[in-house]
């Protein structure tokens, strides 16, 4: 049995996010460390910096209709820089990178085929290290509908 459609996204969107390559037309090389995992897992190790997490946080129900749902995964993308003199300017490299990389993604054709793709409300909250803190970062939250199947 292949994956669920949640986790195809996921694994999409893991893609286009290790696609940010200077050499690609991005500020940064970031997309060389991409992890996938829980939040407090992820941060309580070493993390090669800078790097992005990629967190689905929900799978949800949507609109409902006979034979068909409307499904919403919701992921949390964190790009997480070491916050050492000027972390701000490559804090700001690496968001504009996630932007370009998820609005590439959201407006081509994907496999599996996705309804909507959009930005949270919370889109690019910057988390400034609290004193003593060593990481500072930036957190995207998308929801990604699709139709299932039922």
Do not use: W
Request: aromatic share 4%.
């Amino acid at each position: 049995m292949s994956q669920p459609t949640s986790a195809q996204i996921a694994d999409a969107i893991a893609e286009a996010l290790r696609g940010i390559r200077r050499a690609n037309g991005y500020y940064t090389d970031v997309g060389a460390s991409v992890l996938r995992g829980r939040a407090d897992v992820l941060m309580a190790r070493d993390l090669p910096l800078p790097c992005v997490l990629l967190i689905t946080e929900s799978v949800g129900v949507g609109t409902i209709r006979p034979g068909l749902v409307q499904r919403i995964v919701t992921l949390a993308v964190i790009g997480v820089v070491a916050a050492d003199d000027g972390y701000e300017q490559l804090m700001a490299a690496v968001d504009a990178d996630i932007v370009a990389a998820l609005a590439r993604f959201a407006t081509q054709p994907a496999t599996p085929p996705t309804l909507h793709v959009a930005f949270g409300e919370e889109a690019g909250a910057i988390e400034h290290p609290e004193q003593g803190r060593a990481l500072a970062a930036v957190t995207h939250r998308i929801a990604v509908k699709y139709a299932q199947s039922v």
